[in-house]
């Protein structure tokens, strides 16, 4: 079974930076495309960026774009999402998703969920 684990969120002001990142067990994780998500309180789980097998294509929704950036490295299994200028409309858990297919674009995610880690921005 492919395990998620999140880390690096935190409590941030408002045009501060955070970079999280996510450990994914299994060899199957150089081939997937990956995704991060995000959950606010009350909210569902929202799609933020994704990330083809290789890391020479991503996709980012306009709400955070120019200010995020994902990036993986594949010998880690690792994913990550760098954090700028961020204000209190980015507080949420961060989830990262492994991806069914390759394709950054449309993205289908697989598998179990992680716990997430919490990004709270202070006004």
């Known amino acids: 079974q492919v395990q998620l684990v999140e880390s690096g969120g935190g409590l941030v002001q408002t045009g501060g930076s955070l970079r999280l990142s996510c450990a994914a067990s299994g060899r199957t994780f150089s081939s997937s495309a990956m995704a991060w998500f995000r959950q606010a309180p009350g909210k569902g789980r929202s799609f933020v960026s994704s990330i083809n097998w290789s890391g020479d294509t991503t996709y980012y929704t306009d709400n955070v774009k120019g200010r995020f950036t994902i990036s993986r490295d594949n010998a880690k299994n690792t994913v990550d999402l760098q954090m700028n200028n961020l204000t209190p409309e980015d507080s949420a858990v961060y989830y990262c998703?492994?991806?069914?297919?390759?394709?950054?674009?449309?993205?289908?995610?697989?598998?179990?969920w992680g716990q997430g880690t919490q990004v709270t921005v202070s006004s």
């Open positions: 998703r492994q991806g069914a297919y390759t394709q950054a674009i449309p993205f289908t995610g697989t598998g179990c």
